[in-house]
């Protein structure tokens, strides 16, 4: 199955930026998508739900204004993530929105739904389902997803356990349709790694949160940048899905990283569980193992800039033997 068009054509770096509770923005997709690479946001980023369609008239009109002022280097696509779990009482709303304005990209996440992606096919979307391990990838194949993200261990926000190469190796015996990687992608030698081990893409969340375009208060963003890896917890307790969030809020919140009480599947919040008074995402941030490769705020451009460079090097230096 080759990779669709609109993921092969427009893009200048071979990177789907990851959509993130919170922080994605139209401000940050139109940066991400003019600087050449899939930006994406989830919907339920747009709240009250009627600001999903404002927020759509703006990443839409912004991009063809771009790509009238520049035909010659025309913006990636954009998309929009979908949560398609029993619990989003919002998802058949925002899935009408998305078809009215026909979302080029799709993500969906936590369960594969066959109705939901018919939907989207029947505009000509392209449906992406991130998978955390072989099983679950199968199913969404089966449940008409286009492609998957393999989301591997050390990936920001909900993630698996697995190695990336174990995963991405699991899926691609027997699947060889797009593809993406998550996991710790913060450099282009890391993306260009990503597709060395056989995925198409490099899904990078991270790094994008540093940014100036990002909707994180200041506390996060410089968090990031004075975080390692040694500093990413793994926990349930906060949504009910396992999931990697930087120690430092964790701590602010008066908890202990260190003794976390395990959470049931039963209570999933993906949007906003927690303890108490303090929300995931809004008190507890998310965050991957690569934040050891943030260095500074800046322009989502100039992150994605730094990235070509990296991985045009990291060509260089393997053609070069």
Same mark, same amino acid.
């Given at each position: ?186 450099? %282009? =030698? ?7 081990? *056989? @995925?198409?893409? #490099? ?5 994008? !949160? $540093? ?64 303890? %108490? =008074? ?7 941030? *998310? @965050?991957?193992? #690569? ?5 500074? !705020? $800046? ?23």
């Amino acid at each position: 199955m080759p990779v669709p068009s609109i993921l092969r054509e427009r893009l200048r770096l071979p990177v789907i930026a990851s959509p993130m509770f919170i922080v994605s923005n139209p401000d940050l997709v139109i940066a991400q998508s003019t600087a050449g690479v899939v930006g994406s946001f989830p919907t339920l980023n747009a709240r009250p739900q009627s600001q999903l369609r404002v927020w759509l008239e703006q990443i839409t009109e912004a991009l063809a204004k771009y790509d009238a002022e520049n035909p010659d280097a025309p913006s990636a696509p954009y998309a929009v993530n979908l949560i398609v779990h029993r619990t989003n009482d919002r998802l058949l709303e925002d899935l009408a929105v998305v078809e009215e304005f026909q979302v080029p990209i799709v993500i969906t996440s936590l369960g594969a739904r066959t109705d939901v992606n018919d939907r989207i096919h029947a505009y000509g979307g392209v449906v992406l389902h991130d998978v955390i391990n072989n099983v679950y990838a199968r199913k969404a194949i089966d449940k008409g997803a286009d492609g998957l993200i393999a989301v591997a261990a050390g990936a920001g926000g909900h993630a698996g356990t697995q190695s990336p190469f174990a995963l991405v190796q699991e899926i691609r015996d027997w699947f060889d349709g797009p593809l993406a990687l998550s996991g710790s992608i913060a450099t %282009g =030698d890391a993306v260009l790694a990503a597709r060395a081990a *056989g @995925a198409d893409f #490099g899904y990078v969340g991270s790094l994008f !949160i $540093a940014t100036e375009e990002a909707n994180a208060v200041p506390g996060y963003k410089q968090m990031l940048v004075d975080s390692s890896a040694g500093d990413i917890v793994y926990s349930n307790q906060f949504t009910g899905v396992w999931g990697n969030y930087l120690r430092g809020s964790i701590e602010a919140a008066g908890l202990d990283p260190d003794n976390l009480p395990q959470s049931s599947p039963d209570a999933m919040d993906f949007a906003s569980g927690g303890l %108490g =008074d303090t929300k995931a995402w809004r008190d507890i941030w *998310g @965050a991957g193992q #690569g934040v050891g490769r943030i260095s500074d !705020i $800046a322009p989502a451009r100039a992150v994605v800039d730094r990235l070509d460079a990296e991985y045009r090097a990291a060509l260089g230096r393997i053609a070069a033997g």
